[in-house]
């Protein structure tokens, strides 16, 4: 089976649309959505459609939580904040009791899915280091945990290893970004885990980042919204 997992949308619609492109070229079997379908981009109800039309599973983001009010606004950056209450405006009430209903955590077969981390998800921690990655695998049983919110793809393995993925570790993985990369490579981020293969990959795909920004701009979102993701940061 090839599941894809994606995470970190952001609102941003033409990234969303090549990703699943791309997917459906790949011959994915199922995906699975890590979370932060809205925020910062300008388009989250069409994204939240596409998500509930095509992910079997999905959890919820803290750009989600805040979007319906969960989290307050004081936990974001000036540019998170400015497009958490421009959200709030544009979402349809169908939509937002969509990603009230969203569920911290998933567990389907091997795999758990997260937004920040297994352990404690609703802190929404950032792990960027391995005490904070060691941490989490005692807060999973599977032999996968797949997250986001750093929009940093990486692979990380129970013994410390990282960036390389064989049969006999658990993973920590981090799938990156779809509509926001913060790597420096400003191609959508996404993963692909192939279970007969036992294999697994990063993918990065270009999108129309004109069109996004072009989108940004007409819904009077703060310019360096757009202007991120030319840099991919």
């Not at 981009?41 to 079997?56: F, H, K």
């Not at 009230?100 to 802190?123: F, G, Y």
């Not at 280091?129 to 940093?152: E, L, N, S, V």
Request: proline residues 5%; charged residues 20%.
């Amino acid at each position: 089976m090839r599941i894809a997992v994606i995470s970190d949308i952001h609102s941003n619609l033409p990234a969303l649309t090549r990703t699943f492109e791309v997917l459906d070229q790949l011959g994915t079997d199922r995906i699975f959505c890590l979370g932060d379908i809205v925020g910062y981009g300008p388009s989250p109800n069409e994204c939240i459609a596409l998500v509930r039309e095509r992910c079997a599973a999905v959890v919820k983001g803290n750009h989600d939580s805040g979007a319906i009010g969960e989290v307050p606004l004081e936990h974001f950056n000036t540019y998170g904040k400015n497009a958490i209450r421009w959200t709030r405006k544009h979402l349809t009430r169908k939509n937002a009791e969509y990603l009230r209903d969203l569920p911290l955590l998933v567990v389907q077969d091997d795999i758990t899915l997260a937004h920040a981390s297994p352990l404690h998800p609703e802190d929404w921690r950032y792990i960027f280091a391995w005490p904070d990655a060691h941490r989490c695998f005692d807060a999973f049983g599977t032999r996968i945990c797949f997250i986001g919110h750093t929009h940093i793809p990486v692979i990380v393995g129970e013994d410390g290893t990282v960036n390389m993925f064989r049969n006999d570790r658990r993973y920590l993985i981090n799938v990156g970004s779809v509509g926001q990369a913060r790597d420096g490579n400003p191609r959508a981020s996404f993963g692909l885990l192939d279970t007969t293969r036992n294999t697994y990959e990063v993918l990065r795909i270009e999108y129309d980042i004109e069109a996004t920004a072009a989108a940004i701009f007409a819904a009077g979102l703060p310019d360096y919204l757009a202007h991120r993701l030319f840099l991919g940061i």
